[in-house]
């Protein structure tokens, strides 16, 4: 586990996925930024499969062990993330964006981390800029949300820019 100030990042083990199937089949849980999608839970057990090989799943988790939401990254260094709408607002999505930085820069030999926002999704850049990544650029028309191409933005954060873990200070 990962622990935070406010949150923890507990890895998703693949008896945990009914819940992050509930959550990604619900339109209102990952808001309008996101595809919609619907997963049996066969398919999100092979996601799973694939990911685990690739990158790695984490829950955010208050501190009394809610799950509050998801971040993932993936193998090329990307991250993303999602929050329950009643949790948005809170601080915990920039802590958790935070840890993740914190985790790959210390336990991998990277130079960058990258994340797609939607254009629209505000809140998302937002996180990113706190956390001290920097807009490099527009990926014009490259994900198809609620029947429209939509745009989105390349953050990223290079280790120099990084320099020092912000909170992550052990690991279980």
């Known amino acids: ?65 809610t799950k509050i939401g998801e971040i993932h990254q993936l193998k090329d260094m990307e991250i993303g993330y999602g929050v329950l709408p009643s949790e948005r607002g809170k601080g915990y999505c920039t802590e958790a964006v935070t840890i993740m930085v ?14 797609l926002p939607n254009v629209g999704n505000l809140a998302s850049q937002k996180v990113l800029e706190k956390v001290g990544f920097k807009k490099e650029g527009v990926l014009r028309k490259s994900l198809f949300i609620r029947g429209e191409w939509r745009d989105r933005y390349l953050y990223s954060i290079l280790r120099e820019e990084w320099k020092e873990p912000k909170i992550l200070t052990k690991t279980h």
């Open 102 to 115: 914190d985790f790959l820069f210390l336990s991998k030999e990277i130079v960058r981390i990258y994340a």
């Open 1 to 65: 586990m990962l622990e935070g100030k406010n949150v923890n990042l507990k890895i998703v083990e693949k008896e945990d996925m009914a819940l992050i199937v509930e959550w990604l089949n619900n339109p209102e849980v990952f808001g309008e930024y996101n595809p919609l999608i619907q997963y049996s839970g066969a398919e999100l057990g092979q996601w799973y499969d694939q990911l685990s090989a690739e990158g790695k799943l984490f829950f955010v988790e208050k501190k009394d062990g």
